[in-house]
């Protein structure tokens, strides 16, 4: 498992599992346990997918150390409107049995992130959270908020893969140092319509779920698959055995068309 560096000194495993939909209760337990087994070390929660209790009994019950296991939490639009983000925390540590996150992020930028901001440097300086960083901010967002921080956000989550790479963001994002972590890298499942990747994945005995991940380790993004079926858990973290030819990068680069399969932050309402 590749680690990526933060610029505030925190390491990132560039490969995580994401927990969108998945269950509270025995689906969540199971898939983060499956995915520690096969050497994840990093799972990506939020508080409004209702299922950190069980991410956090999962981790807790696993042999790993806590500190073996990147944990990622964010806070809800309405805490962060309700200027309620410390409360939001503090109710994310205790469903998570933990007394830190990994990395804890506004989750979409709605207003009075400025001040949800300022909660988050204060809760880092406490040694709650370990990184803290932004979901869904567009390069506008940033220029409103980078002026405003003590501390510089260390990433920021966007909808990422083959049909949208939002080359606003990463070029806002490459310009401050903010890491890119890619959401829906498998298109919600959309991938399996496109046949490229199944004429990638066979020259190199992989899956087509592989390739996609690969594309996104060699492109230098955090990527948060979601399974939960143990198989293809494991099938997406099988990832750092094979590389893809400069010619197979640029043919799923050339998918690029701006399509999202989630909402736009620039046009959201919730
Ligand atoms: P995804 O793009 O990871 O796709 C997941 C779907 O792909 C699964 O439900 C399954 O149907 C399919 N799949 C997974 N592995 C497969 C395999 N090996 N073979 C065949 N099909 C497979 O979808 P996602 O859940 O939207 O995104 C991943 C994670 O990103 C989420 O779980 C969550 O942690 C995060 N996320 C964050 C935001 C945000 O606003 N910050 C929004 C959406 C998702």
Known sequence: MKNIQL?????IPQLGLGVWQTKDGREAVNAVTWALDAGYRHVDTAAIYKNEESVGQAVADHSLPRDQVFLT???WNTDIRAGKTRQALETSLRKLKTDYVDLLLLHWPVDGFVPAWHELERAQEKG?????????FMPE?????????NVQPCINQIEYHPYLTQPDVTAAC????IQLEAWSPLMQGHFLEIDLFDRI???HGKTAAQVIIRWDLQRDIVTIPKSSNQGRIQENCSVFDFELSAEDMAAIDALERGKRFGPDPRNFDF
């Open 7 to 11: 610029h505030n000194d925190t390491a």
């Open 73 to 75: 939490t964010k806070v």
């Open 128 to 136: 709650l959270v370990r990184a803290i960083g932004l979901s869904n």
């Open 141 to 149: 967002n940033l220029d409103q908020l980078l002026p405003e921080t």
């Open 174 to 177: 490459a310009e401050h140092g």
């Open 201 to 203: 994945a066979e020259k």
